[in-house]
């Protein structure tokens, strides 16, 4: 396959996504609300850590071949900044909810698990899709993938249903994580030029395409947890064009300090 920017661009959007919620579910290392879930997000956020390094060392190659210069995954992860990362808003957006930004602000385990769920409901079928790319390379790392996000669907729906349908203060914190990040998904459907490219050339596949098929999962399993989804607004966030939430700069600063101040290291 003839490498081209658009392509590289796809992969590198689909890279930054991974990554930067596998930066967001570290951050329970340590910190989990149970012993269990304290691994479980460590496991998934290496999982998410581990596509996107497929995904980089891919997109590297391709952009050697283009550029003729030397680049490595590194470079994407600790060496851009932000506006240069093209990932969804709602992956960097902290697990503290609409509260964010307060001196009194914590961790919200329904945030974190309403996130998780909505990511990886697409992600199944952005995988799927892409296990028939005419990118051999990239089918590859999707066949890989989807069996992660099967697992990762698999755990926040369970975890979305015993929140929902639990006591009365889940279901209220399960119902305010919903309405706060829902919103988010108009960004991740609206249909843009790279997307098409993508989609046009036969590697790539269109998020709008696949909403029908998130949405019935996403009902199916909000439905069970007693849950009502949020109205439909106008709201759209603008990560994937690198306009970020303010958020986004303490994440990378937190991400990338150590390389920063050690250039060339390497362990």
Request: with cysteine; glycine share 6%; net charge negative.
């Amino acid at each position: 396959m003839k490498p081209t920017q658009e392509h590289l661009s796809y992969l590198l959007r689909l890279a930054d996504n991974a990554l930067i919620l596998g930066q967001r579910n570290a951050e329970w290392c340590g910190h989990g609300p149970v012993l269990e879930e304290d691994i479980a997000l460590t496991n998934l956020s290496l999982d998410l850590i581990g596509q996107a390094r497929m995904l980089y060392q891919h997109a590297a190659k391709l952009e050697t071949e283009l550029t003729g210069l030397a680049k490595q995954e590194d470079d994407y992860a600790f060496w851009r900044d932000e506006f240069a990362f093209r990932n969804w808003t709602l992956v960097e957006l902290p697990h503290y909810g609409p509260t964010a930004g307060t001196s009194a602000a914590e961790r919200d385990y329904a945030v974190t698990i309403v996130r998780n769920f909505l990511y990886s409901a697409l992600m199944v079928e952005v995988w799927q899709a892409l296990a028939q790319s005419g990118d051999a390379e990239l089918a590859a790392i999707a066949a890989k993938s989807v069996k992660e996000a099967h697992y990762h669907l698999h755990h926040a729906r369970d975890w979305l249903v015993r929140f929902g349908d639990g006591t009365e203060e889940s279901h209220r914190r399960a119902q305010a994580a919903l309405d706060y990040l829902m919103p988010y998904m108009n960004e991740i459907f609206k249909r843009d030029a790279l997307e098409d490219a993508a989609a046009a050339a036969g590697t790539g596949v269109t998020m709008s395409d696949l909403k029908d098929a998130w949405q019935a999962v996403v009902t199916d399993a909000l439905d069970e947890a007693t849950l009502s989804a949020p109205a439909t607004g106008a709201f759209e966030s603008t990560g994937k064009f690198g306009h970020h939430s303010e958020h986004m700069s303490y994440l990378l600063g937190e991400m990338q300090v150590i390389a920063r101040q050690h250039p060339g290291a390497s362990w």
